[in-house]
């Protein structure tokens, strides 16, 4: 049984109230794709693995399924939603409209120091995927993308795109565990070069690629394809 340990709780924002570190895992475990799509999950089965109380794992639940993390099914029943082609299509549609937006607004902001931290970040990408470490590259690769985001200095459009992640996170993680390398193209890279030459349009045509690379993965891997 997979517990929360000190180093989980710190990222995930120890010194805040219970219910929001609470939430904050849960979070991060659709997110990643600890909780698979199709997966049920049941609040004794969270408060267990959570090492949690039944209060702030309801709270965690409710909060999830109002942002579409989750689903209720009824009879009590929550479940990490399967996406279909249709879902796939609107998120991409979604993300490429939203994420090349911010990296160009990233771009005219980003100093020197913001590109060596985006740099170091995409570097324990790197060991991550040359690894085969699954949850490293992802944790990684949402790490680059969440701290250029921040740069774009866009509250509102930054908080849409949270949620998009949170949609399609478990079908990401289903795509990296199956048969297959784990490297795409380095649209990384490219946006890096960009953003040392502040081209904001370089770096927002290499999100836009990026974007679309990993949404046809998606779409490649659904069942029937």
Request: net charge negative; hydrophobic share 45%; glycine share 8%.
């Amino acid at each position: 049984m997979e517990h929360i340990t000190t180093a989980e709780r710190t990222e995930s924002g120890a010194g805040l109230p219970v219910h929001e570190q609470v939430y904050r895992r849960l979070r991060e475990m659709v997110l990643f794709g600890d909780l698979q799509p199709g997966q049920p999950v049941t609040i004794q089965g969270l408060t267990e693995r959570l090492e949690a109380g039944m209060t702030p794992v309801r709270e965690a639940l409710r909060r999830l399924t109002a942002e579409g993390a989750l689903e209720f099914r009824g009879n009590r029943r929550i479940t990490v939603p399967v996406l279909d082609a249709a879902a796939v299509e609107e998120l991409s549609v979604a993300r490429r409209a939203l994420e090349p937006e911010l990296a160009r607004r990233a771009a005219l902001r980003a100093g020197p120091e913001d590109i060596v931290r985006l740099r170091a970040t995409d570097a324990r990408l790197d060991r991550a995927m040359a690894a085969a470490d699954i949850a490293g590259y992802l944790r990684e690769n949402h790490r680059f993308h969440a701290e250029l985001n921040a740069l774009a200095d866009a509250p509102i459009l930054r908080a849409m795109v949270d949620g998009l992640w949170l949609r399609f996170g478990p079908s990401l993680r289903v795509v990296c565990d199956g048969p297959g390398p784990l490297s795409l193209p380095d649209r990384h890279k490219d946006m890096l070069a960009g953003l040392e030459a502040r081209d904001a349009d370089a770096v927002a045509s290499a999100m836009d690629r990026d974007v679309r690379q990993g949404m046809e993965r998606i779409a490649a891997h659904l069942p029937g394809n």
